[in-house]
């Protein structure tokens, strides 16, 4: 039968692919998708835990990290907009400056 | 049947993702990664966790995504060219990370005997989760709601045009 | 949380009739699908040129590169739509339940909003959520203050 640890080795493998693309991808955009990824990998690992120890704590802070994530992307496109209207381009090879 | 839904999406999902951190067009990844949550979300729900799952996909695959979508298509991104250098040195590096991540995983349902143990069945409805969310935790919703407020703001002075400044 | 784990309510498992349910609706989104892809597939007219596939066709010639990269002015009018998309899923999550959370939970999801709302009428007020002709006379009319 399934158990939890078969949906936690999933989010293990999600969560080192995520890693892998945020680490060698050099689109800020896809590096952001990548840690929406992390991001979602930790949910799973949050909603099985909270199904093996029939606690409701996990689905909660699933919302709460929901919640974060749309945050996080509101103000990371923002600052995306903002450094290509500068750059002309998103790479992150390029974001080498702190003072414009 | 549990355990073969459970397969069958797990097989989805990590082929979508593997195809979205490999895709060169941003565009086609942002869709892969689309499919991914969806399998992600029908896993939710397989768990017991209905109202996340439906929040999975009204939020993640329904308005992240697409903003994402949305970004990429304003910006006008192009695919990307093929990195410099010998192929080992673009896949050696995700080799070691997964089997890294899968031995860990492996060694850890080797030595717990209660790994594949299914216990009872766990379900939480909408109303439990609805009274738990604004009893028990009603805090930390008020600590969202200006945490929403903040990045609304923050947002909106970050993306803004600025004076003198034209270009969209 | 040991206080929650013993007292909580829950619902049935997941039974088989569930699957079913599950089942027979994907069944039926399939087959609609297939069904009007079949159909369009089936009933089209069907040729293929390169005249035929042009995007105008006989009309005018298609010159440049298909990716343009055209001003979007309402994008943060997209990015304000997230952040009060995951507004309506806390108040959601309320009213599934609000017969049970009572006065007390409709104070909460009240302060919820009217912070949001704040938030809401401080853009209007800036002048977030104009784009096109309104945002350009705001910044003009910016401009003459110095």
New interface residues.
């Given amino acids: 039968?399934?158990?939890?640890?078969?949906?936690?080795?999933?989010a293990?493998?999600?969560?080192?692919?995520?890693?892998?693309?945020v680490?060698?991808?050099?689109?800020a955009?896809?590096i952001?998708?990548?840690i929406?990824?992390m991001l979602?990998s930790v949910?799973?690992t949050f909603?099985?835990l909270?199904?093996?120890l029939?606690s409701?704590d996990g689905?909660?802070f699933?919302?709460?990290v929901?919640?974060?994530?749309?945050?996080e992307?509101?103000?990371g496109?923002?600052?995306?907009?903002?450094f290509?209207?500068n750059r002309e381009s998103?790479d992150v090879d390029q974001i080498n400056m702190l003072k414009w | 049947?549990?355990?073969i839904m459970?397969y069958l999406l797990?097989l989805i999902?990590?082929t979508a993702?593997?195809l979205?951190?490999f895709q060169r067009n941003?565009v086609h990844?942002?869709l892969y990664?689309v499919l991914?949550?969806f399998s992600?979300a029908i896993?939710?729900?397989?768990?017991?966790?209905p109202?996340?799952a439906a929040?999975?996909v009204?939020?993640?695959a329904g308005?992240?995504m697409v903003?994402?979508l949305?970004?990429?298509m304003?910006?006008?991104?192009?695919p990307?060219d093929r990195?410099e250098g010998p192929g080992w040195q673009?896949w050696l590096?995700?080799v070691i990370?997964?089997a890294?991540?899968?031995a860990?995983?492996?060694v850890?349902?080797a030595l717990?005997p209660?790994?594949?143990?299914?216990?009872?069945?766990?379900?939480?409805?909408?109303?439990?989760?609805?009274?738990?969310?604004?009893?028990?935790?009603?805090l930390?919703?008020?600590v969202?709601?200006?945490?929403?407020?903040?990045?609304?703001?923050?947002?909106?002075n970050?993306?803004?045009?600025q004076?003198g400044?034209g270009?969209? | 949380m040991s206080s929650?784990t013993g007292s909580?309510?829950?619902?049935?498992?997941?039974l088989?009739e569930d699957?079913l349910a599950l089942g027979i609706y994907v069944g039926i989104a399939l087959f609609l699908v297939a069904i009007l892809l079949l159909l369009s597939w089936g009933l089209g007219h069907r040729t293929r040129s390169r005249i035929k596939n042009e995007p105008y066709e006989s009309g005018v010639y298609p010159t440049d590169n298909a990716?343009?990269?055209?001003?979007?002015?309402f994008?943060?009018v997209?990015?304000?739509?997230?952040?009060f998309?995951?507004?309506v899923?806390?108040v959601a999550?309320?009213?599934?339940?609000?017969d049970?959370?009572g006065w007390?939970?409709f104070g909460?999801?009240s302060?919820?909003t009217l912070?949001?709302l704040?938030?809401?009428l401080?853009?209007w007020k800036?002048g977030?959520l104009d784009w096109g002709p309104s945002?350009a006379r705001q910044?003009r009319k910016?401009?003459d203050i110095p």
């Avoid at chain 2, 970050?158 to 045009?161: A, K, V």
């Avoid at chain 3, 990716?67 to 002015?73: A, E, F, M, N």
Wanted: with cysteine; aromatic share 14%; glycine share 6%.
């Fill in positions: 039968m399934i158990g939890v640890y078969h949906y936690m080795t999933v293990a493998i999600l969560f080192a692919m995520g890693t892998y693309g680490l060698t991808r050099r689109n955009i896809v952001f998708m990548c929406e990824l979602n949910n799973l909603i099985a909270s199904r093996h029939h409701m689905q909660i699933v919302f709460f929901m919640t974060v994530a749309a945050a992307a509101a103000v496109l923002a600052l995306m907009i903002t290509f209207r998103i | 049947m549990a355990s459970f797990s999902l990590l993702t593997l979205c951190i941003p990844a942002v990664l991914g949550f992600l896993m939710f729900y397989l768990l017991g966790a109202l996340v929040w999975e009204i939020v993640y308005a992240i903003l994402f949305f970004i990429i304003m910006l006008g991104l192009a990307q990195p673009r590096p995700f990370l997964m890294a991540v899968l860990c995983t492996l850890i349902i717990d209660a790994a594949t143990a299914q216990g009872e069945p766990y379900s939480l409805g909408p109303q439990d989760f609805g009274e738990a969310l604004f009893g028990k935790y009603a930390a919703v008020q969202v709601s200006f945490q929403l407020l903040f990045a609304a703001v923050g947002a909106y970050l993306g803004r045009i004076r400044k270009k969209p | 929650t909580l309510p829950t619902t049935a498992p997941i088989f699957y990716r343009l990269k055209g001003p979007v002015p994008y943060l997209a990015i304000f739509f997230i952040l998309d995951i507004e899923i806390f999550s309320w009213a599934v339940a609000y049970r959370l007390a939970g909460q999801v302060f919820f912070v949001l704040v938030g809401l401080h853009l800036t977030a945002a910044n910016n401009q």
